[in-house]
Nanobody, 124 residues
């Protein structure tokens, strides 16, 4: 079992940058595929990015391609989301998720463990 804690959210102006972190507790972090999702007010939670366990292949939702970068540090049991050129529509609660030995999924049900989320607000 793994526990996830996100950090790094906050308020930023449009065009700015923000970096989110997700710290994982438990063993075997390197064997977990990690994902980031977000949920804006009044909307369903949506996929943002994922990084595969093992090879480290990265996947991105179309709205964030070229602006967001997902990375992981297995030695530190952490996954990161670097966000650049932020837009007001990026405003949401961002969640970290984990799935053991799983192929990276764009769907919530592909992940077993979830963090509590961190708020990102982008002002125009």
């Amino acid at each position: 079992q793994v526990q996830l804690v996100e950090s790094g959210g906050g308020l930023v102006q449009a065009g700015g940058s923000l970096s989110l972190s997700c710290a994982a507790s438990g063993r075997g972090f390197s064997t977990y595929t990690m994902g980031w999702f977000r949920q804006a007010p009044g909307k369903e939670r949506e996929f943002v990015a994922a990084i595969q366990w093992g090879a480290g292949n990265e996947y991105y939702a179309d709205p964030v391609k070229g602006r967001f970068t997902i990375s992981r540090d297995n030695a530190k049991n952490a996954v990161f989301l670097q966000m650049r050129s932020l837009k007001p529509e990026d405003t949401a609660v961002y969640y970290c998720a984990a799935a053991w030995l799983a192929t990276a999924s764009l769907r919530e049900r592909g992940y077993t463990y979830w963090g509590q989320g961190t708020q990102v607000t982008v002002s125009s």
